[in-house]
């Protein structure tokens, strides 16, 4: 599955710093508002422990984890809806990810210029939202137009879509994001072409500096206090000392820089599997001599979903899928003691897949 976050915020509040943290590519970091000009895409492995007991076991010629893009996306303006800045751009490519990483500054630094020439994390969370409602409103806007025509000719599916356009407006007018809207699911279709910006899941990375990584500050606190209406998570990240984190190859060497500050797992982890898990994802296995791999599905797929991500042929002509759970293959040590301790299921259509399933599909095409 192709899966996208966007990394947006303010300028200079430490996005392309923390892009080059979790990325192999390198966007340039500099002082000063749109350094990161065209998006810099990078593609992150998400940590798994699994994988590593699953090598051992099986000792496969390779391994390979599943993995999440990141755009490191132009600094927002106030503005930006109505082209400031670079903010035609920033919204396009906004619009083309799953999730979006919103940095938010959470410390002093008389060095790093701020924008807004003062460092207030609610105000800046504020500018970013104000700018994307505005773009979310012209989108309904527009579809109520359309819509108002088809509902007085008696058209009574325009009639229900028009409600609901009508909710989300009231909604973005009040301040507030599109993925607060309490109407139904099934309601939710007449917004679903919009693409609404504001309807996209999201996590607020604070960025404080290294003395308030592992408890935040006064700033983190007020962040965390909004992000929880939204029913948000707030990661805590020094996304300088995450850059130096990054460049240290070797386990034990890392395992002990981590200690030094008090870390049992670096900002950049917990952030690559809040973004996995804000997506309503899981991760299955596939566990043989030539590799293991983890596969990225949705949340409550059914079998020939999960198999339809390795080859659509498998999906087209599935027969049945053998399961294994991930904990009995951990303790039974082999796909062959598992069968024999009777922990291998053979399973349908119907089956739902679990996180950490084992899994090994029976196609015909």
């Known amino acids: 599955m192709g899966l996208k976050c966007g990394i947006v915020g303010l300028p200079n509040v430490g996005k392309s710093t923390l892009f080059n943290a979790i990325s192999s590519a390198k966007a340039e970091a500099a002082n000063y508002p749109f350094c990161t000009i ?30 999440i893009e990141f755009v490191d996306i132009a600094g927002l303006v106030k503005g930006a809806s109505k082209g400031e800045g670079l903010g035609n751009k920033f919204l396009a490519n906004i619009r083309e990810v799953d999730a979006i990483i919103h940095v938010v500054r959470c410390f002093d630094d008389a060095n790093i210029v701020h924008v807004e020439g003062k460092i207030n994390p609610i105000s800046d969370k504020e500018i970013i939202d104000t700018e994307l409602q505005i773009k979310d409103l012209e989108s309904v806007d527009k579809k109520i137009s359309k819509t108002e025509k088809l509902a007085k000719s008696g058209d009574n599916k325009a009639k229900n879509e028009l409600d609901t356009l009508i909710a989300y407006k009231n909604l973005l007018e009040s301040g507030k994001n599109a993925r607060l809207i309490d109407v139904p699911m099934e309601d939710r279709v007449a917004t679903q072409d919009l693409l609404l910006l504001t309807e996209k899941p999201v996590i607020y990375v604070a960025n404080v500096d290294e003395a308030s990584i592992l408890k935040g500050n006064a700033y983190v606190d007020k962040l965390k206090e909004v992000a929880k209406e939204e029913n948000a998570t707030v990661v805590i990240i020094n996304a300088h000392l995450e850059s130096q984190i990054a460049e240290i190859a070797d386990p034990a060497e890392r395992e002990m820089f981590l200690s030094e500050y008090s870390l049992t797992e670096s900002g950049l982890d917990r952030l690559i599997k809040s973004s996995y898990s804000i997506l309503n994802l899981i991760t299955y296995f596939t566990v043989g001599e030539k590799e293991v791999r983890a596969w990225t599905i949705k949340k409550d797929w059914k079998a020939p979903q999960a198999a339809g991500v390795i080859h659509t042929d498998f999906e087209k002509g599935f027969i049945r899928a053998e399961v294994i759970q991930y904990k009995d293959f951990a303790a039974l040590k082999s796909e062959v003691a598992c069968k024999e301790a009777g922990k291998l299921a053979v399973e349908g259509k119907e089956y739902v897949v679990k996180d950490g399933d084992i899994m090994h599909f029976r196609f015909n095409v």
Do not use: C, H, M, Y
Request: aromatic share 4%; hydrophobic share 45%.
């Open 38 to 67: 065209e998006p810099n895409v990078g593609v992150v492995t998400v940590p798994d422990e699994r994988l590593v007991l699953l090598e051992s076991l099986a000792k496969p010629q390779k391994v390979i984890p599943t993995f």
